[in-house]
């Protein structure tokens, strides 16, 4: 059997950019808070919403779409990035996702 390819991510920063939610789960609020040097509650408050299926919470965006913590194209929490962010293409990805993500098979 083949061995799995694993894509390593080249930060375009177009997964960063794209429409939809970003959802954090407890463990990435609590790495993602301590990482700023804020309380549970207050990040929580400054910088999550509730996803539309009220089943969790996600992150805000920039007025203009862009994650909240995208800065340039650095992460303004990259060591502790959200689950979701760190998986992505090589724990869960979509139909057509090599057309715009320029992650690259090591
Ligand atoms: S789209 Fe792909 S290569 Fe670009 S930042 Fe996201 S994971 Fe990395």
Known sequence: MDAPVYYQCQRCTNCCRWPGFVKVDDADIRAIAAHLG??????????????????GLALIDQPNGECIFLEGRDCAVQPVKPEQCAGFPNTWNFPGWREVCEAVPI
């Open 38 to 55: 804020l309380g549970e509650h207050d990040f929580i408050q400054r910088f999550t919403r509730l996803r539309p299926q009220r089943d």
